[in-house]
Each structure stands twice: as structure tokens, then as C-alpha cells.
């Protein structure tokens, strides 16, 4: 069942995983509004599928205790980053899930490397990290605007215009480090249309609930919007590597968006295959012997081991309805 539901997970995101070393452009190679054929009554349950398999995993993963997991975000304003997380990591136990969401440096971040504050909130073994956008803003946003290059104070042999490939070779680098200590890192751009974006921006006026979610400075943006292309397409082409790929998740319709996020993390978790600590001769001893102790202490008329005797009686009504009586 297992090795079924892999295949299944495999095949349903190759589509949007970028090949490594591939060349990228964007609007020719990936469609925002791409949904496999799907419709939205049979993504309900194939995000509840995929919740409740993230879950299983991410219980091995903590008992584990070796591997982690780092999982960035990227989109567009409006692309729909916090739905995502909110959907795709509620089934999952929240002491194991570490969100880290970055906005404009503090003083004392100006004052590090630009990787810096990303490695300061990675996550630890046994837990899943969320970057809600990550380190990637650096060759984004600031290649956008380049005017934030000058309040990073990088010394002039550190600018030019090799500045890009650099923070690419780093950032690839970096990851490399994070993959081979344990540490797997996914990625995720939430691809947004024009359009689309237009209809959400609306939507936050629109709506007084969602009138705080409203920023002039996203419409701003949008003035931006080939630029910001074009640095999406640099960045997918520069950094989707074997061993942290990136994957183009179609988010023009959230529900789908949210199946293939789901789907993606819990790919990464397959291949981790975490498995739960198997407790050595001397341990099992003890436990059975606590185990005794324990039954000893029922009261008159309890069963000696309630979950023991919850199981046999389970069984015991599988069997009668299979023998047709």
C-alpha cells in the first residue's frame, strides 16, 4: 500500500518538478491554471488523503529523530502561501511544524551574512520547517530592487553583475550542506497569474474581513510583474537541483494548489521513510516486566490490559462479519 501510494504521489507531481539543470521560462513552460484533470469535489478528498498521510509520517519523522525537513515557499503577493500551510499542515501535530515567515531585515540581521537569519530558524532533526518566503528573497526581490543591495553594506568586490550567480552558487551550496547533515530541503513556488492576482487584490477590498490583508504596497508591485518573471525564471533555472528541486505548483485555483503542496512534502517524507526506534533486548525485559505490574494492579471485573482487550474485540467482530453470521 505503501510503495502504491508512493507511485501515485511520484507521477502526480512530476509535472511540476523543475529539472535540474534545465532552462527555465515560466510563461512557456508552466501553466497557473493547470488542475490534471481534476475537479474541485475530488480535491477534498484528496487533500484529507494527503493530510492524513503527512501526519502518519511526520509521527516517524519526530520518533526518529534524525532527519529534518525544510520546505520554502515563494509567491507572488496573493499567491496563497498561508492558506497553503494552513491547509496542508492541519492535520499534522504542531510541536513537530516550525513556520518561519521573513518580512524587511532587522538592524541586527543587516548586520550578518544574507543567509544569516535563514540558517538562525532552520528546523531541528525531527521537525518540519516552513520558510514562508525564504532565503530565495535575496535573488528576487532584490534583484528586482537592487537599491537594497546598499543598505546589506557588502563591500564593493562583493556587487557587480557576477552578484547574481554568486548568491545562486551559495545558496546551492548551502543546501548541499543542509542535505548531506540530514536535512531535506523542498521547494515550492505558488505560480499565480496576472489576472488571478487581480481578482484576489479586489477580493481583499471587496470583503471588510479581509480589508487588513489589503496593501497598497503589493499593487505596487505589481508594476513589476515581468521583472519579477524573469527572476523567477533565473532563479528555477540556477537552483532546482537534485538534491533540493523545486517544484511549480499551479495557484490560480487554491484547492488544487493546496493537493500539490500537500503531495510534494509528503513525497519528500516517503523518501526519507523514517521509521520508529526499535528498543534493544534489555528494554523489551523491562517492559514486560513493567507490563506484569501493571496488569497486576486491575481492579475486580477490569480486564488486565483495556487496549489488549479493545483489539481482541475489534477482531473478534471483523471475524464475525466475515463468517456471514
Request: hydrophobic share 40%; glycine share 6%; charged share 30%.
Amino acid at each position: 500500500m505503501a510503495d502504491e501510494r508512493a507511485e501515485t504521489i511520484a507521477r502526480f507531481i512530476e509535472p511540476l518538478r523543475v529539472e535540474p539543470g534545465s532552462k527555465v521560462d515560466l510563461a512557456e513552460d508552466f501553466d497557473p491554471s493547470y488542475k490534471a484533470g481534476l475537479k474541485k469535489k475530488d480535491g477534498v478528498e484528496l487533500l484529507r488523503t494527503g493530510v492524513e498521510l503527512l501526519a502518519e509520517y511526520q509521527s516517524r519523522l519526530a520518533a526518529q529523530d534524525t532527519y529534518g525537513v525544510l520546505m520554502c515557499l515563494q509567491a507572488l503577493d496573493a499567491g496563497g502561501k498561508d492558506g497553503t500551510i494552513r491547509h496542508v499542515m492541519s492535520g499534522v501535530n504542531p510541536q513537530g511544524v516550525k513556520v518561519s515567515s521573513f518580512k524587511v531585515p532587522s538592524a541586527e540581521e543587516i548586520g550578518h551574512d544574507y543567509l544569516w537569519r535563514y540558517a538562525c530558524r532552520l528546523p531541528a532533526r525531527g521537525e518540519i520547517g516552513i520558510f514562508n518566503r525564504s532565503h530565495y528573497e535575496e535573488v528576487l526581490v532584490v534583484r528586482v530592487h537592487p537599491e537594497i543591495l546598499d543598505r546589506q553594506r557588502l563591500p564593493e568586490s562583493a556587487r557587480g553583475p557576477s552578484i547574481w550567480k554568486r548568491r545562486y552558487r551559495a545558496i546551492n551550496d548551502w543546501e548541499r550542506h543542509l542535505a548531506d547533515n540530514g536535512f531535506k530541503v523542498v521547494k515550492i513556488f505558488l505560480n499565480l497569474s496576472r489576472e488571478e492576482q487581480r481578482a484576489r487584490f479586489l477580493k481583499r477590498i471587496d470583503l471588510p474581513e479581509k480589508n487588513w490583508k489589503f496593501s497598497a504596497a503589493d499593487v505596487r508591485e505589481r508594476r513589476f510583474w515581468d521583472d519579477y518573471q524573469r527572476a523567477f525564471s533565473a532563479m528555477l533555472s540556477a537552483t532546482s537541483t537534485e538534491w533540493a528541486p523545486w517544484y511549480v505548483v499551479p495557484a490560480d485555483r487554491k484547492w488544487f494548489a493546496r493537493i500539490c503542496a500537500a503531495a510534494v512534502l509528503a513525497h519528500t517524507l516517503i523518501g526519507i521513510d523514517p521509521q520508529y526506534p526499535v528498543v534493544d533486548a534489555q528494554t523489551r525485559k523491562d517492559l514486560r516486566a513493567v507490563r506484569r505490574s501493571l496488569e497486576a494492579e486491575a481492579p475486580e471485573g477490569a480486564p488486565a490490559d483495556p487496549y489488549e482487550a479493545e483489539q481482541r474485540r475489534k477482531k473478534g467482530k471483523q471475524g464475525g462479519k466475515g463468517s456471514g453470521r
